[in-house]
Every structure is written in structure tokens, then in C-alpha cells.
Antibody
Framework: QLQLQESGPGLVKPSETLSLTCTVSGGSISSSSYYWGWIRQPPGKGLEWIGRIYYSGSTFYNPSLRSRVTISVDTSKNQFSLKLSSVTAADTAVYYC????????????WGRGTLVTVSS | DIQMTQSPSSLSASVGDRVTLTCRAS??????LNWYQQKPGKAPQLLIYAASSLQSGVPSRFSGSGSGTDFTLTISSLQPEDFATYYCQQSYSALMYTFGQGTRLEI
């Protein structure tokens, strides 16, 4: 059974770079034609899509975050990663990694999420 | 960007009630509309994709309908475990997915 698990620091200082990794277990990240994505949710608020990546490495990002976001994939480790630079308190959120179906239309499998707080 | 607006923002209901949640897109999105359920402290879970297709393992009391700009999620008979927040999400623009602000379903 495929599972996703986010990992990374829970506290990041303002102006620094937030780095998270999503480890895929129970299956290969590159064995099927799925997309992989990141979504975040500020405390008490709604969901915001950050970006997505195909196992080949092609990416699409939310235009509002594009200048600060990098998503990459490491098929040898069965992981994909998120980097968000120049963070502020507004980037404090629960960050989820998720799988999109092969058409890239919907998020059918989610990680549990990890809270990242931006504070000095 | 395509904006998604859900109504109502919150809804009080009782076990056994039939409830309908609404999601409206700022432009036509055909049937590229998905619904998720989120319980406190948990990740969202996919309920409905492509406006009306039931995700595997989701109870049949959940159903979705609509196309173009107006969509609904109906729960035919509320169960205690259904009290949660529900989000719609458009994937018509696969370069910019957007979610609605959510509808909180309360007892």
C-alpha cells in the first residue's frame, strides 16, 4: 500500500529557506505515470496548491509562489522535495505532499502533513 | 486565475439529514471538479473526482453533480463520521489548481 511521509525542520527563521522531503513507500515513485505535488494549509485556513512534479522531473508551480519555489525528485531515494526561499511568517502552514492521478487531475493520496513555523 | 467559491461557509445538520454543499467556479471548468473531506488534524481525503465519480472506498451516500460553473456535493444521510470540512478543487487549469475556501459541516 503506497504511503507518503513528509519530513523536515518544523521551525525556520524568516528570510531563510524551507526544505521538506516527501518519502514514498510501498511503491516506486517512477514506476507509474503519476504526478507528485505539494499543498499547504495555514493554521485555521484553507488549502493552497504549491506545485507539482512528474517523475521525469518536469515541474509546474503556483504563479504566486513561482519565484521562491523549487520542487525536485530523487528517484533513487524514492523521494521528492520542496524548497521555499525567503520565507516569512505568512509561510507558516501545514505542508502536505500528495500524489496526483496519472492525468494530473486530482490528489488521490496524501501524506499526513507537517507543520512548519516561520519564526525567529 | 479560476476562483472557487463554496457555500455555505458553515452548515449545521443532524445525523440522518440529507445535505447539499455548493461550489461555484468563476468560469466554466467543464467537469474538472473534485471534492475532498478533511477532519481536524488530518489530511484531506478525496471523495469525488471529475464532478461525479466516486473515489474507491468512499461510501455511496456521497454523490457529486454539476458541470460548467455550478457543482454540488450531496450526502444522502449524514453519519457521525461525516462531520468535517469539505473542499472543492478545480483542475481545469492544470497549471494552477485552486481550492474553494471550504464548508464546515457541524452537528
Amino acid at each position: 500500500q503506497l504511503q507518503l511521509q513528509e519530513s523536515g525542520p518544523g521551525l525556520v527563521k524568516p528570510s531563510e529557506t524551507l526544505s521538506l522531503t516527501c518519502t514514498v513507500s510501498g511503491g516506486s515513485i517512477s514506476s507509474s505515470s503519476y504526478y507528485w505535488g505539494w499543498i499547504r494549509q495555514p493554521p485555521g485556513k484553507g488549502l493552497e496548491w504549491i506545485g507539482r512534479i512528474y517523475y521525469s522531473g518536469s515541474t509546474f508551480y503556483n504563479p504566486s509562489l513561482r519565484s521562491r519555489v523549487t520542487i525536485s525528485v530523487d528517484t533513487s531515494k524514492n523521494q521528492f522535495s520542496l524548497k521555499l526561499s525567503s520565507v516569512t511568517a505568512a509561510d507558516t502552514a501545514v505542508y502536505y505532499c500528495a500524489r496526483l492521478d496519472s492525468g494530473g487531475w486530482y490528489f488521490d493520496l496524501w501524506g499526513r502533513g507537517t507543520l512548519v513555523t516561520v519564526s525567529s | 486565475d479560476i476562483q472557487m467559491t463554496q457555500s455555505p461557509s458553515s452548515l449545521s445538520a443532524s445525523v440522518g439529514d440529507r445535505v447539499t454543499l455548493t461550489c461555484r467556479a468563476s468560469q466554466s471548468i467543464s467537469s474538472y471538479l473534485n471534492w475532498y473531506q478533511q477532519k481536524p488534524g488530518k489530511a484531506p481525503q478525496l471523495l469525488i473526482y471529475a464532478a461525479s465519480s466516486l473515489q474507491s472506498g468512499v461510501p455511496s451516500r456521497f454523490s457529486g453533480s454539476g458541470s460548467g460553473t455550478d457543482f454540488t456535493l450531496t450526502i444522502s444521510s449524514l453519519q457521525p463520521e461525516d462531520f468535517a470540512t469539505y473542499y472543492c478543487q478545480q483542475s481545469y487549469s492544470a497549471l494552477m489548481y485552486t481550492f474553494g475556501q471550504g464548508t464546515r459541516l457541524e452537528i
